[in-house]
């Protein structure tokens, strides 16, 4: 069965502290491995889609990796407008059609 | 561009009760899943729908059903609540060609 799995659940840095989230995926065939950030009270914000490993992409603080296994989220000198929850997703193969699973989500606190 | 719309915003409903909820999804996109969120077991994938047909489905019970009108609205119905099914519920459109997924604001139902 497709499996998503994010760690750590919480994370809470200072400032301008760099750091990963990690997300492990269990999946027949990748299709896609997607990011969303998600503020409280609101849906899930798309960030990124990852397709093949070795696959990166960047969006101001953020990087996202992939690996055949992983895919980690970089945060750079983050700042506070960055907490938020951070969910990672895959959709299996064949097609566009397939369903997208999504992990639990890391919980990322920045502290002035 | 309106974005994708759910209502209510806000539900309480005691055991044994049903419920519906809507989403209107962006304009142009045919594709409507929806996700139960709770704080133990993360996005959960419910079901999706394309073109009035349920094209994918979740591990829940019977009780979770839904619909999607010729509009591509859909809607959602739980029927016998339980104490359990209060989450906040995700609806989330997309283009089907684009597997970026779009996401309401969700309906936050408290069974009591």
């Known amino acids: 069965e497709d499996q998503v799995t994010q760690s750590p659940e919480a994370l809470r840095l200072q400032e301008g502290e760099s750091s990963s989230l990690n997300c492990s995926y269990t999946v027949s065939g990748l299709r896609g491995l997607f990011w969303y950030r998600q503020d409280p009270g609101k849906g899930p914000e798309f960030l990124f889609t990852l397709y093949s490993a070795g696959e990166e992409k960047e969006k101001e603080r953020l990087k996202a990796t992939l690996t055949k296994k992983e895919s980690f989220l970089h945060i750079t000198a983050p700042k506070p407008e960055d907490s938020a929850t951070y969910l990672c997703?895959?959709?299996?193969?064949?097609?566009?059609?397939?369903?997208?699973?999504f992990g639990s989500g890391t919980r990322l606190s920045i502290r002035p | 561009k309106a974005g994708v719309t759910q209502t209510p915003r806000y539900l309480i409903k005691t055991r044994g009760q049903q419920v519906t909820l809507s989403c209107s999804p962006i304009?142009?996109?045919?594709?409507v899943s929806w996700y139960q969120q709770t704080p133990g077991q993360g996005l959960q994938f419910l079901f999706e729908?394309?073109?009035?047909?349920?094209?994918n489905k979740g591990n829940f019970p019977g009780r979770f059903s839904g619909r999607q009108f010729s509009n591509s609205r859909s809607e959602m119905n739980v029927s016998t609540l339980e104490l359990g099914d209060s989450a906040l519920y995700l609806c989330?459109?997309?283009?089907?060609?684009?597997?970026?997924?779009?996401f309401g604001s969700g309906t936050q139902l408290s069974v009591l």
């Open positions: 989330a459109s997309r283009n089907p060609a684009d597997e970026k997924l779009f």
């Open positions: 729908y394309f073109s009035e047909t349920q094209r």
């Open positions: 304009s142009g996109h045919r594709s």
């Open positions: 997703a895959v959709q299996a193969m064949p097609s566009s059609a397939s369903k997208i699973i």
